[in-house]
């Protein structure tokens, strides 16, 4: 694996935690998949992948573990043109125009409409720790 950008950074005091302890408390917060009405979620995965049964991968004194963070992707200019149509919807019905607070709630209400139909991004954000060296 080769990282594209790595940031190093040193323990201030001793780290005295071993794989299998880590392991427990990276189980603890295991990544689960976002629901249909979460925006993002976020949690610890194996960093071998899929077919990775650990959370930590411990070799020569040295651990790697990830992060593993998924969010739905609602564009913008999209929400907007819905929101624009329902206002629209409004003010020929209604013979008004919409206020802040209605478009506010037509937007939330849009916005709770799309998210189980949304797609997902994941990223995995991997950490590298060297006890030894700090």
């Known amino acids: 694996m080769i990282f594209k950008h790595a940031r190093v950074f040193r323990f201030t005091k001793p780290v005295s935690i071993d794989p299998d302890q880590l392991e427990q408390k990276l189980q603890a917060d295991q990544f689960k998949?976002?629901?249909?009405q979460e925006m993002s979620r976020s949690g610890w995965?194996?960093?071998?992948?899929?077919?990775?049964?650990?959370?930590?991968?411990?070799?020569?004194?040295?651990?790697?573990?990830?992060?593993?963070?998924?969010?739905?992707?609602?564009?913008?200019?999209?929400i907007k043109e819905m929101v624009e149509e329902?206002?629209?919807?409004i003010e020929f019905e209604q013979s008004r125009k919409a206020r802040k607070k209605e478009r506010d709630e037509i937007k939330e209400q849009i916005t709770l409409e799309c998210l189980p139909k949304a797609f997902s991004r994941t990223k995995r954000i991997f950490a590298y720790l060297s006890p030894k060296d700090g």
């Open 33 to 36: 998949p976002c629901g249909p």
């Open 45 to 78: 995965a194996s960093p071998l992948g899929k077919k990775g049964e650990y959370m930590v991968y411990a070799a020569g004194g040295c651990m790697l573990i990830c992060l593993k963070k998924e969010e739905k992707i609602l564009p913008g200019p999209v």
């Open 86 to 89: 329902r206002c629209e919807e």
